[in-house]
């Protein structure tokens, strides 16, 4: 029995030293993706925000209005470009905040939430009541 467990010490003695390189390396990828994470999480939202600040700007009106009243008729009419660069800049606003924070994921889903705001902007316009 004490041959069995002399062999095993043995073998351990020799993986040991590599098992502990690999927890190394495994540790340090670990950390990179961490400190990493914002830029990693803002990635999409950024691309995601201009494709549709573009897709905006050529689809709405020169006049949009905003806040659609029960009448049919809109509260406020502002320019195409208030339209589009309002949204996105709300959306640079809060990835800020996660930049800046040290909670990353309450502004990153609020990011994603004014994703939103061009739609509604376009729906609104498109389709009043």
């Known amino acids: 029995m004490s041959t069995v467990i002399q062999k095993w010490k043995e073998i351990w ?4 030293p590599v098992l502990n390189k690999i927890e190394e390396v495994i540790g340090v990828i670990c950390r990179c993706i961490f400190r990493l994470r914002k830029l990693a999480m803002a ?6 925000a201009i494709q549709i600040a573009n897709a905006n700007m050529e689809r709405l009106p020169e006049a949009v209005g905003l806040n659609l009243q029960s009448s049919g008729e809109f509260a406020l009419m502002v320019t195409r470009d208030y339209a589009v660069y309002g949204p996105l800049g709300i959306t640079a606003f809060c990835l800020m905040l996660m930049f800046f924070s040290r909670k990353t994921i309450f502004p990153w889903v609020i990011s994603i939430f004014t994703l939103a705001l061009p739609y509604l902007i376009y729906l609104t316009n498109i389709y009043p009541a």
């Open 13 to 16: 003695g020799k993986i040991s």
């Open 43 to 48: 990635i999409p939202v950024v691309y995601l």
